[in-house]
């Protein structure tokens, strides 16, 4: 591996759902991380405060200079900055379009003036189109059906190119379904998964586009962002995908986390979307070859730690005394995490920060005496997710 103190990295879309868990990643490695973003999608939030390590800039990837100055004692470019909506891109091509080819090839062209070792860059299993066989092998023939698809197809044409010619080492990653924390279901980029996990959260009925036995490999955030790290430190050039080789539908999809929230409603029908896929399964073998890399989130684990997230950030704060589903987890309104229920300290500021008003506080206060030290919140989603949903593993 190579010496962290001679690696700076630059993160483009650092700021958004797959960036800042990579963020999280390389800086848990140790190494020096920029983040450049423009944040139309992202958030600051996103990143950790007042890490020495970490430095932020706001900017566009499709201005050159921004870009150039970004990339000053940068040695290495994960490029994730994107316009990632297969619905925008069929309304405004021409947004779309400058934002991930004018975008993309402008951040290997700057990458190329300064010299850069290694090019990580988005490319997404959408260019694959409906494939004839699964699981989808990187030479599969690509058949893009909307121009988003289209665009990371060209990314790809692009980086051979500036590969061939100009011995830039790039390396794209097809992203399959990511999902995971930080992924705004109200935003139009949001996955599936979120925006089910939304509309159940608040017993309302979600949308199942087409007749929902479409399938998709889901591969949860952390995951990408080891793949990321290790595609970074690879010799590989080329494309590779990153799944777990692994199907559901997404009517199955719909029932596991309905279980798991013990919301059960109707889900509303609507007509299949021009560029939707109708199955997707990766074929893993260059992953494993080329990043030896092996996802560690089955399904099942992922969803209950994103189940866990969407509680914490979506509740005040609720007692088991509150009958029926996960609302019986406690969360910190204010900060978005867990609290220990045997530690008074713990539940006095979650009760603080999430309850303004002192007679709701005093009356929480005096329902917190049901909760259960004996009930976790693994041990509580063990038993709303049936073993038959725990597997495959990834």
């Known amino acids: 591996m190579p010496q962290k103190q001679n690696i700076h990295v630059l993160v483009t879309g650092g700021a958004g759902f797959i960036g800042s868990h990579s963020v999280d990643a390389l800086l848990e490695e140790g190494f020096d991380v920029r983040v450049l973003d423009n944040l139309t999608s992202g958030a600051i939030e996103n990143l950790p405060q007042h890490e020495p390590r970490l430095e932020f800039v706001e900017g566009d990837i499709t201005d050159g200079p921004t870009v150039y100055q970004a990339m000053q004692d940068i040695s290495h470019c994960l490029h994730l900055a994107a316009q990632v909506s297969v619905t925008r891109s069929i309304e405004d091509p021409k947004y779309s379009g400058t934002q991930n080819i004018i975008g993309c090839v402008n951040v290997f062209q700057q990458a190329r003036l300064r010299r850069l070792r290694k090019v990580v860059y988005a490319s997404s299993a959408a260019v694959y189109g409906n494939p004839s066989t699964l699981p989808v092998e990187e030479r599969t023939p690509l058949a893009p059906l909307s121009p988003y698809e289209l665009e990371k197809q060209v990314n790809e044409q692009y980086a051979a190119l500036f590969s061939a010619q100009f011995g830039l080492s790039l390396l794209g990653l097809r992203y399959f379904n990511v999902y995971g924390p930080r992924q705004d279901p109200k935003s139009p980029y949001a996955g599936v998964i979120s925006k089910f996990t939304d509309c159940l959260t608040r017993s309302e009925a979600p949308t199942v586009f087409g007749d929902g036995t479409q399938t998709r490999d889901f591969v949860y955030v952390k995951d990408v962002a080891r793949a990321n790290l290790a595609a970074l430190l690879s010799n590989h050039d080329g494309v590779c995908n990153v799944a777990t080789g692994t199907e559901v539908n997404l009517l199955e999809l719909l029932r596991i986390l309905s279980i798991a929230l013990d919301v059960h409603v109707d889900p509303k029908q609507a007509g299949a979307r021009i560029g939707d896929i109708l199955e997707s399964r990766a074929d893993v073998t260059r992953q494993l070859d080329w990043l030896d890399f092996v996802p560690q989130w089955a ?3 992922g969803l209950r730690a994103y ?8 509740l005040p704060a609720v007692s088991t005394a509150c009958v029926g589903g996960p609302r019986e987890i406690l969360a910190d ?15 006095a500021k979650a009760m603080e920060n999430a309850l303004s008003v002192p007679a709701d506080r005093e009356a929480l206060k005096a329902r917190a005496q049901f909760f259960s030290i004996d009930r976790s919140v693994d041990q509580y989603l063990k038993v709303l997710l049936p073993d038959d949903l725990n597997g495959p593993s990834a």
Do not use: M, S, T, W
């Not at 309104?333 to 539940?347: M, S, T």
């Open 299 to 301: 399904l099942a684990d």
């Open 307 to 314: 189940i866990v997230e969407a509680l914490e950030c979506g």
């Open 333 to 347: 309104g204010k900060f978005g995490r867990l609290v220990p229920v045997n530690d008074p300290v713990a539940l």
